[in-house]
C-alpha cells in the first residue's frame, strides 16, 4: 500500500492525460472529451472488461465538470440507497451543483431499480454513469437504455499494461527485468488491476522482479471468462465458426481456451451434437455418431480426460465436409407449420383401427409402397401440395 491505499487506488490517472489506452474514446477532437470541457456530459453506460478503466473514467469526467461524484456497487445496494442521494442530489441541484451517479455492476439491478432510475436521469436530477462487463443490449433495461448513451471501452493492449507494469514497479522503488514486464502484462489479460496487484506481490521483499518471481506468483493465466457473460459466448461462437470454416487448429485454441477457464465440457459436447447435424448434416454422417460418442464420454469420466475426446470431435468436424441441407430444410418447414397451423392431414395417409373411421374414408386409397407404384400420391397437405423443403 502507498500512503494508506492499495497500489491500484494510489495509481489512478489524476487527469485525461495520464489514462493508459482508450485512445479511441479520449481523442481530443472526439464527442466525449468535448463534452467534458463543455461541462455537457450526459447520463453514460461505460461497457468494458475488467480493469479497462470504467471506474476510473467516471471519477475524472466528475473531476473535470466539478460534479459531485457518488459510487453505488450494484452488489451491495438497491433502491433505498438510490432515493438517499437523489433526495441529496436535489439539493445540490438548487445550489447548482450537478451529481455523477456513478453504479458499478449495473447489470445486476434488477428491472424494478433500473426504473427507478429513469425518472432521475430524464429530469437532470443526476447523471448516471453506469459500468457493466455485460452486453447492455442485454443487461440493461430499453427504457434506460434509451435514454444513455454507450462508451465502450477496449482491453487494455500489452504495451498499455507494461507502461502501467513499469509504473507500478518505479512507484514502489523497485527494478522490473523487461521479460517480467512483459509477461506481467501478458498474464494480466487486458485488466490493468490485476497488472499493478501482480506487481505489488512479486514486489515484497524484493529490490528486483524477474521472470522466475513472476512465474512462482501463477501458474496460468486468469483467463478473462464468465460461464453466463459477453465472453463465454463470443468464444462459443468463435469455435463453431471454425469448425465452419475447416480450420481445426482455430477450433483447437478456442475448445482450450474454454476448457482451461473453466466451461462444462458437456455444454460443449452438446455444441458439438448441434453442430455435427446444423452445418456437417449430410455431408458426413458418422460425425453425429462421432459428436454424439465425444458427449457420452464427457458425461462418463469428465474431465480431464474428456479434453482430448472434445478435441478428437473439434478437428473430426472442422475437417469435415458440410452441408446444411437438413438444417435449412427444417427451419423452413419450421417456419410454415407456424404460419399454416394445423392443415389436416390427407385421409388416405390416416389409420383407420375403427369402422367408423373405415366408413369416413379413411385410409382409403392409399398406396402401399412396397406393393404399388407410389408415384402420383402426394404426401402433404392439400394446401402445401408441390412444396420443397429439401433441397439436396
Known amino acids: 500500500m502507498i500512503a494508506g491505499l492499495p497500489l491500484a487506488a494510489y495509481l489512478r490517472p489524476k487527469n485525461l492525460e495520464e489514462v493508459v489506452g482508450q485512445e479511441l474514446i479520449l481523442q481530443s477532437s472526439g464527442w466525449l472529451v468535448q463534452a467534458i470541457k463543455n461541462d455537457r456530459v450526459s447520463s453514460l453506460i461505460f461497457w468494458g472488461p475488467p480493469g479497462s478503466g470504467k471506474t476510473t473514467l467516471a471519477s475524472l469526467i466528475a473531476k473535470e465538470t466539478k460534479a459531485d461524484f457518488v459510487e453505488l456497487s450494484a452488489t451491495e445496494s438497491g433502491v433505498k440507497d438510490l432515493k438517499q442521494i437523489v433526495e441529496k442530489a436535489r439539493s445540490g441541484k438548487r445550489l447548482g451543483v450537478k451529481t455523477i451517479l456513478f453504479i458499478d455492476e449495473i447489470h445486476r439491478w434488477n428491472k424494478a431499480q433500473q ?20 452486453n447492455p443490449s442485454f443487461a440493461v433495461n430499453g427504457a434506460l437504455l434509451s435514454r444513455v448513451k454507450v462508451v465502450v471501452l477496449e482491453s487494455l493492449s500489452e504495451d498499455n499494461l507494461i507502461l502501467i507494469v513499469k509504473r507500478a514497479a518505479k512507484t514502489l522503488k523497485v527494478k522490473i527485468k523487461t521479460d517480467a514486464a512483459r509477461l506481467t502484462a501478458r498474464l494480466a489479460n487486458g485488466d490493468a488491476r490485476k497488472a499493478i496487484d501482480l506487481v505489488e506481490t512479486a514486489a515484497d521483499g524484493h529490490a528486483e522482479i524477474d521472470i522466475a518471481i513472476i512465474k512462482q506468483i501463477i501458474n496460468k493465466p486468469n483467463l478473462l471468462y464468465d460461464k453466463k457473460g459477453e465472453e463465454h459466448y463470443n468464444l462459443i461462437s468463435a469455435l463453431h465458426k471454425s469448425m465452419r470454416g475447416h480450420n481445426p487448429d482455430a477450433a483447437l485454441y478456442y475448445l482450450a481456451r474454454m476448457l482451461e477457464a473453466g466451461e462444462d465440457p458437456l455444454y460443449i459436447a452438446r455444441r458439438l451434437v448441434r453442430f455435427a447435424s446444423e452445418d456437417v448434416g449430410l455431408a458426413n454422417n458418422s460425425a453425429l455418431l462421432l459428436a454424439t460418442a465425444a458427449f457420452d ?27 446444411i441441407a437438413v438444417y435449412a430444410a427444417f427451419t423452413e418447414v419450421m417456419s410454415e407449420v407456424r404460419l399454416s397451423g394445423n392443415l389436416p392431414v390427407p385421409l388416405y395417409l390416416r389409420n383407420a383401427p375403427t369402422k367408423l373411421m373405415k366408413d369416413l374414408g379413411y385410409a382409403q386409397g392409399y398406396k402401399y409402397t412396397p406393393l404399388e407404384d407410389d408415384s402420383t400420391q402426394e404426401y402433404l397437405p392439400t394446401a402445401l401440395r408441390g412444396r420443397k423443403f429439401f433441397r439436396p
Open 115 to 134: 426504473d427507478a432510475l429513469l425518472p432521475q436521469v430524464e429530469n437532470g436530477t443526476v447523471i448516471l454513469i453506469g459500468a457493466t462487463t455485460e
Open 297 to 323: 464420454a464427457c458425461k462418463n469420466i469428465g474431465l480431464p480426460e474428456c479434453g482430448v475426446h472434445l478435441a478428437h470431435a473439434v478437428v473430426y468436424l472442422a475437417k469435415s465436409a458440410k452441408s
